[in-house]
């Protein structure tokens, strides 16, 4: 019953985005963004739910769950079912966070949040985005929402910090890619040891128009810039980010491998993908 009654949720949610001219863009030349992967135990409290490339997080506390992004709209039953091969339900999640206001992390959003009930916490500069599915993105060109619209129940800030149960996360303002991206750092722990974990969401540059040609986002180069340098004096023990190939999960963790926390602490990795998005960047302010 409550399989169907989810069902017939997630159909309303998609009626309502068709009536309002919601069209998500083809991911043909990203099967990867759809395609199952099984969910696991990263460390601690923390867990993978999303699929073999659009990250997906679940928190679990002594008083309900945190999700962090819902991939594409037709995710949100491979996050159910994932979540509930992980010994835990969906309706339990209590608060909704992303990492970014693009349709490959929002797509599901409105259809989980009317699901559970749960609130939806952003940041400040995605906010516009999620009312309208993308349309004030800067990387729109039309009138055409790219998610189902979704209301934000509470704004976040830089440093703003986020509490349920025995958990708490701090939000980073991490601008460029959108004008809301974020990342998140938080402590989880097992019977070994506690362990500093560092959700990224990378600067990577998804426009090919010099950032004096985007009045949308007067202050893109100055976001990015900040950012990136933010991003280079983080420490952690543990990192992750809004794609699964960023952090080279598929290598890290092979399907069916064993709880191992280690596997995600390669620090170099993370350090060496900044300063790789730092030339792409230096490259495009340059104009060369």
């Known amino acids: 019953m409550k399989n169907v009654l989810f069902l017939l ?42 699929t ?38 969906l309706s339990d999640t209590k608060i909704l966070l992303n990492t970014q ?7 599901a959003m409105a259809a989980i949040k009317k699901i559970t009930g749960a609130k939806l916490i952003m940041d400040e500069g995605d906010v516009a985005a999620a009312a309208d599915g993308g349309r004030s993105d800067y990387t729109s060109k039309g009138d055409v929402s790219f998610y189902a619209p979704v209301k934000v129940d509470r704004v976040l800030h830089n440093g703003d910090t986020v509490r349920l149960g025995d958990m708490q996360l701090t939000m980073l303002h991490h601008p460029g890619h959108t004008k809301g991206s974020c990342s998140y750092l938080f402590e989880v722990s097992d019977s070994m040891r506690k362990y500093r974990v560092l959700i990224a969401n990378l600067p990577t540059i998804v426009t090919d128009e010099d950032f004096s040609a985007i009045p949308a986002y007067p202050n893109i180069a100055k976001d990015y810039a900040y950012t990136l340098n933010a991003m280079k004096h983080l420490t952690f ?47 495009k302010i340059s104009g060369k």
């Open 9 to 50: 949720c997630l159909l309303c949610t998609n009626r309502l985005a068709w009536a309002q001219n919601v069209v998500e863009p083809s991911t043909e030349k990203h099967p990867e963004y759809s395609k199952p992967f099984p969910p696991f135990r990263i460390a601690g409290n923390l867990y993978y739910v999303g």
């Open 52 to 89: 073999y490339d659009l990250a997906c997080y679940l928190i679990v506390t002594s008083d309900g769950n945190i999700l962090i992004n819902t991939g594409l709209a037709a995710s949100a039953a491979i996050i159910k079912k994932n979540i509930e091969t992980l010994g835990f339900t």
């Open 237 to 283: 023990d543990i990192w992750l980010a809004s794609h699964a190939n960023q952090f080279d999960l598929i290598k890290k963790h092979p399907a069916g491998s064993a709880y191992n926390p280690a596997a995600f602490m390669d620090k170099k990795a993370y350090y060496d993908e900044i300063a790789d998005l730092q030339k792409e960047f230096d490259k």
């Open 101 to 107: 206001a693009h349709y490959d992390h929002m797509g």
